[in-house]
């Protein structure tokens, strides 16, 4: 049992040391750090296959674990996505999908998308890895109940495909879950379809909870020394801010999903106002439909958030490192994440405009919307001046990067069209909504995602991916994705409704049918594209050139463990010690065009690095 | 280097498309042009800041390619710039900020002379009602409405009785002349909308919504339901005539008003409902 | 309280100390345990919930076609023929209350390693929950007695039974988790485990005396939960 903790770990509480070596002689006060405030972490190391890689503690493994499971769901949500366009782009051979199979598609890709896959991915795969790594912890604060909120998720994602074998088969309501139409005959799967997906999304919040306590108090409260809020690399800040919104944002989710439950089971009339069903008048009634828009939107809109920001993270670090320069305005990018972050809250009702809630809230909320873009457009901004003047690698990470630019730009103005509420009647409820927010939120954190995992799979399995199989993989994504959404905002400007599962001979819409044909095309050439990536990732594991340490020559601290992969507790004996933002890239005066954070100022004392 | 090109031929053949595009805007048929207005501003403006931020991510790609003697510029800041840029892209968020709320506070104030219709959405059809001579739409409840009352029009309210009923889902409206779409649903969440007409609003069951568009062309329009309302919710269709004076009002003679209808029926019980189970 | 003492740090007051702390190392709230950090902001996110449930009850109340009940005389207790409005609630309340009171002293002693004095009020306030909860079932069942059901009920808007079920529930489940955890750390202070430090069954982490405070702020919470659902479901 004692072999399972280091119970004779001291504290550090020496100034001096530092993880590049800090010997027995005198050192300057320059690389002075405040010794550690709180005793070293006291983990429990597993010794059992199952203590190792399944019911691990380890937030390493249990980011796999998330990320696994995630691309998992996601790889259904995309086969879905599949029949969705076979169905839109070519109904006769699509013949055996009834129209309530395509709305089941429809609500299931949606809301595996969203939440079990690009939520789960950001929050418990890439924050778990990560955070610890980059703020110099061991693990997170609590790993147990770390552990178990991965086996939360896990249930939730059993719970949600459960529904699709039960009578009825999974909710058709659209992933937004409107009532009345969600819980009544008339949409598929209104018995144990929607109960399965409430109770699998209340699973999920509960799950997130807890990661994301973890999340939050790690890079509170358990940072190394020398390691400031505002030295750490802004992938953490993006997940950090993400995690505040998810644990304020949940709570709604969870009591529509609740109060909609309860409707549907017990037969309360929250949401349910007088309704009349093949001739006859139902037991509900005095409820209001308008409430459960705005408590699902009230979480719905931060959600979007917290897939967004931290892809804002991850790329500034992504960009900064491969183009050998420091984030063009570190500081206002913090701003920019936090203001967005907050404003998130703010905005809710621009999904709502023609709902037929209260017309005044339309000047509240386009305001605040149009606000929400400034910020925004600061960050944009910020990441092309990064590029400017900088030394830019055009390696595989770099063009995820530039293709993120771009279609994050081209979604995010298409928001402004619809956060615009006079803008928003004629462009509600058509494909122009579908094209943004495919956009903005599938395609360009997506973009981001297959970046990072280019980034990072030097470190988490120590061997290089391959770049020509990478640029492969990036140009069919990103021109076949591009090619999908940026003529389907045309659709939506002839009137094309969304969530039709044909447009039978409308007059107008019979143009549409060979640019349908095309985006279903584009939709399965992207698909099958994805498999260069799976291929990538399994040939590599096996036969990739070993990464080393540090193979792209970045600054945070991931790159700087002792042990790559990093065993479990990161850091060895020593735990890092900080003196520097992770941005001193081409320093002049420098040796050489970067500089870890770990470096103390001694050794940089005849450079121009900036005091961070 | 020729990454940056094929980015380049992204953005130009972006341009392009929109500028050939086949898909574009239904003529617009009714006094709603400013909505397409604004989308034209946002696209000057939008377009703009698109074009130029990716002109110049592609300049940057070209320009500083990765060379082992190249030393990037080190500086983590620049105020001024930053300062700049933030009120530049507050003045561009006003520019369109601004001529959208006028808009729409015109969207929110109907018209004095605005003839009101009643658009009763189910699942999935479409039926109209009238206000007839008195210029007021008898009130409704969903509990009175069945075979012999399909409106559920109330009974003791005098205004429901010159109600013209239309128990089709098509409806003709007068040319030039403001109409205020009243939108209810006896079920689930639905939407009139046309696209020619612009406007559009959900119909809410257990309250009354409202939008309203003055039609300037005379022609047949399709009415899609732009709300998702079950399986039946692609298939649920309506047509709009739009009609002059003249052959409006020859239209409107041949309706049916509500107490036609009663006399139709002879003596009948309207209020009896079925309550049902769930 | 006084400012924690941490080696080469030095306290200001004020909001500038709060930024300084903010912007220094490590951690941002200094000399404060992780799992207390962690209970807060669990706590906030827990108030996020019942203000969204407690928000829906007044929009739906607000907006209600048929008259609302009258709390006083549907939560009136008949004492010797006699109706006594709020008098089941007023006790829950007290006993509710003291049991926070009985809790904050099991900290007082936690910290001053008085086993057998924490450990018994520990278990002091389970039972103040358990009475709480049992009293909080007693009314639902007059309730149910009386015809109140989620669905309808025979005094007025229908909503009022679906609210007062969902929202009651939602706080007496917080309760009897509350329960649970009072009962196993009152174990735990009782058999020792914070004096010899002993690894917890599921955690396998070192037992300490801040949990007892971590438990304290969560009772404490649920406490103040209920003073809210008091005021606006009772007493409005």
Redesign the interface.
């Known amino acids: 049992m004692s072999e399972d903790f280091n119970d004779n770990k001291t504290i550090q509480a020496q100034s001096s040391e530092t993880t590049s070596g800090g010997g027995a002689g005198v050192t300057p006060d320059t690389d002075y750090v405040r010794p550690a405030e709180v005793a070293d972490q006291d983990l429990y190391h597993g010794h059992s296959f199952i203590t190792k890689w399944v019911f691990c503690q380890d937030a390493k493994v249990i980011g796999v674990q998330y990320f696994l499971l995630a691309t998992f769901t996601g790889i259904i949500g995309l086969i879905l996505s599949w029949l969705m366009r076979l169905q839109l782009g070519f109904p006769e051979v699509a013949s055996f999908m009834t129209?309530?199979h395509y709305?089941q598609f429809v609500t299931m890709h949606g809301m595996i998308m969203v939440v079990y896959f690009l939520t789960a991915l950001f929050l418990g795969g890439f924050g778990n890895y990560l955070i610890p790594l980059m703020t110099g912890a061991r693990d997170m604060v609590f790993p147990y109940v770390n552990m178990v909120s991965f086996w939360m998720f896990f249930i939730a994602v059993g719970v949600l495909l459960a529904s699709f074998f039960v009578p009825g088969g999974p909710t058709?309501?659209?992933w937004t879950l409107?009532p009345?139409?969600s819980i009544?005959e008339?949409?598929?799967g209104s018995g144990m379809g929607i109960i399965l997906m409430l109770i699998s999304l209340s699973l999920f919040v509960i799950g997130f909870t807890m990661g994301g306590l973890n999340y939050l108090i790690t890079v509170l409260q358990a940072r190394t020394r020398g390691m400031t809020l505002m030295r750490m690399p802004l992938t953490v800040w993006g997940i950090f801010t993400a995690t505040v919104l998810a644990m304020l944002a949940f709570p709604a989710l969870l009591v529509s999903s609740i109060m909609m439950t309860l409707d549907k089971i017990l037969?309360t009339s929250f949401f349910m106002?007088?309704?009349?069903?093949?001739?006859?008048?139902?037991?509900?009634g005095?409820?209001?439909?308008?409430l459960f828009q705005h408590l699902f939107w009230f979480f719905g809109h931060p959600e979007v958030y917290i897939v967004a920001l931290p892809a804002f993270g991850i790329v500034s670090d992504l960009i900064s490192v491969h183009?050998?320069?420091?984030i063009?305005?570190?500081?206002?990018m913090v701003w920019a994440i936090v203001v967005i972050g907050a404003l998130s809250f703010f905005v809710w009702a621009h999904h709502m405009y023609?709902?037929?809630m209260h017309?005044?809230f339309?000047?509240f909320f386009?305001?605040t919307t149009?606000?929400i873009?400034?910020p925004t457009?600061?960050k944009?901004?910020n990441w092309?001046?990064t590029?400017?003047?900088?030394?830019?690698?055009?390696n595989t990470v770099m063009?995820w990067c530039?293709g993120f630019?771009?279609t994050f730009?081209?979604g995010g103005?298409?928001g402004?069209?619809l956060g615009?509420?006079?803008?928003d009647?004629?462009?509600?409820?058509?494909y122009f909504v579908v094209a943004h927010f495919h956009m903005v939120m599938g395609i360009a954190p997506l973009m981001v995602i297959m970046g990072a995992v280019y980034h990072w799979f030097p470190l988490v399995a120590g061997r290089m991916l391959s770049e020509k199989l990478g640029k492969w993989h990036f140009?069919f994504t990103f021109?076949g994705a591009?090619s999908i959404y940026?003529?389907m905002h045309?659709?939506g400007?002839?009137?094309v409704?969304?969530?039709?599962?044909?447009?039978?001979d409308?007059?107008?819409v019979t143009?549409?049918v060979e640019?349908n044909q095309f985006i279903s095309t584009a939709a399965f050439i992207v698909g099958a594209a994805q498999f260069i990536l799976i291929y990538n990732i399994i040939v590599s594991l096996r036969i990739g050139k070993p990464a080393g340490k540090n193979p792209w020559k970045a600054n945070s601290l991931e790159w700087l463990t002792p042990a790559v992969p990093p065993e479990h507790g990161n850091w060895g004996d020593k735990l890092p010690v900080v003196h520097r933002w992770p941005?001193?890239?081409?320093?002049?005066g420098a040796k050489e065009?970067f500089i870890p954070q770990t470096t103390p100022p001694s050794e940089v004392a005849d450079t121009?690095a900036?005091k961070? | 280097?020729h990454?940056g090109i094929?980015?380049l031929a992204?953005?130009v053949g972006?341009v392009l498309?929109h500028i050939f595009?086949?898909?574009?805007?239904?003529d617009v048929a009714s006094n709603?042009g400013?909505?397409d207005d604004?989308?034209t501003l946002?696209f000057w403006i939008?377009?703009g800041?698109?074009i130029a931020?990716?002109l110049?991510?592609v300049y940057?790609?070209i320009k500083?390619?990765?060379?082992e003697e190249?030393?990037?510029?080190?500086?983590?800041?620049?105020k001024k710039?930053?300062i700049i840029?933030?009120i530049a892209?507050?003045l561009g968020?006003a520019a369109?900020?601004a001529p959208?709320?006028i808009?729409?506070?015109q969207?929110?104030n109907v018209p004095k002379n605005a003839i009101h219709v009643d658009v009763m959405a189910?699942?999935w059809g479409w039926q109209y009602r009238l206000p007839g001579e008195d210029g007021k739409l008898g009130s409704t409840k969903?509990?009175n409405?069945?075979d012999s009352n399909p409106f559920g029009i109330i009974l003791e309210d005098p205004n429901g009785k010159d109600d013209v009923l239309i128990q089709s889902d098509v409806l003709h409206i007068k040319n030039n002349r403001p109409v205020k779409i009243l939108?209810r649903s006896?079920?689930?969440?639905h939407?009139w909308?046309v696209?020619q007409f612009?406007?559009?609003?959900?119909?809410?069951?257990?309250?009354i919504?409202y939008?309203w568009f003055e039609p300037n062309k005379i022609g047949e329009y399709?009415v899609?339901?732009?709300?998702?309302?079950?399986?039946?919710?692609?298939?649920m269709?309506g047509r709009v005539f739009v009609k002059s004076e003249q052959d409006y009002e020859n239209w409107l003679q041949e309706q049916e008003t509500f107490s036609d209808l009663v006399a139709k029926q002879g003596k009948k019980e309207f209020s009896k409902?079925?309550?049902?189970?769930? | 309280m006084a400012d924690p003492k941490i080696e080469g740090y030095e306290f200001k007051p004020g909001y500038k100390g709060m930024a300084r702390d903010t912007s220094s190392d490590q951690t941002m709230f200094k000399g404060v345990h992780w799992g207390k950090a962690m209970m807060w902001i669990f706590l906030l996110s827990d108030t996020f919930i019942f203000s969204c449930f407690l928000i829906s009850y007044m929009k739906g109340r607000g907006s209600t076609t048929v008259e609302w009940p009258n709390p006083s005389e549907v939560f009136a207790l008949n004492v010797g023929g006699v109706p006594v409005p709020l008098l089941l609630i007023a006790i829950m309340t007290f006993v509710l209350i003291t049991s926070s009171g009985t809790m904050a002293l099991a900290v007082k002693y936690g910290y001053e390693r008085n086993r057998k004095m924490c450990g018994w009020l520990i278990l002091a306030t389970a039972l103040g929950g358990l009475t709480f909860v049992g009293m909080q079932a007693f009314e639902w069942s007059k309730l149910i007695h009386e015809g109140v059901r989620p669905w309808t009920n025979p005094f007025g808007a229908p909503q009022f039974g679906s609210f007062f079920f969902m929202i009651t529930g939602f706080h007496g489940t917080h309760v009897s988790i509350g329960v649970i955890f009072l009962s196993i750390y009152a174990y735990k202070t009782l058999a020792g485990h914070y004096d010899t430090g002993k690894r917890g069954w599921f955690t396998s982490m070192k037992g300490n005396y801040v949990e007892i405070e971590i438990l304290g702020l969560y009772w404490h919470f649920v406490d103040l939960v209920w003073v809210f659902i008091f005021a606006f479901f009772y007493l409005w």
């Open positions: 129209a309530e709305y058709g309501s659209g409107y009345p139409q009544l008339g949409t598929p037969g106002p007088t309704i009349l069903q093949a001739g006859e008048v139902l037991e509900y005095g409820g209001s439909p308008i183009s050998r320069k420091n063009f305005g570190y500081r206002m023609v709902s037929g017309p005044w339309g000047f386009a305001t149009l606000i873009a400034v457009a600061l944009v901004y092309i001046l590029l400017w003047r900088g030394n830019i690698r055009m063009l530039l630019i771009v730009v081209n103005i298409t402004i069209f615009n509420v006079i803008v009647v004629p462009l509600s409820d058509t140009w021109l591009y940026f003529p045309y659709l400007f002839i009137g409704p969304r969530r039709y599962f044909e447009m039978y409308s007059p107008y143009s549409a640019l941005y001193d890239y081409s320093v002049p065009d121009e900036e961070t | 280097m990454a094929i980015f992204v953005i972006s498309f595009t086949p898909w574009y805007w239904t709603w400013s909505m604004t989308i946002t939008g377009g800041v698109f931020v990716c110049f991510m940057c790609v500083f390619s990765y060379k190249r030393k990037a510029e080190y500086k983590p800041e620049d710039l930053e840029l933030t892209t507050t968020v369109l900020l959208g709320l808009v729409w506070n969207f929110i189910w699942q969903v509990a409405i069945n939108l006896v079920d689930v969440l939407n909308y696209p612009r406007a559009k609003m959900d119909a809410v069951p257990g309250t919504t939008y399709e899609l339901c732009a709300e998702y309302c079950g399986v039946g919710h692609y298939g269709r409902t079925k309550l049902a189970k769930k």
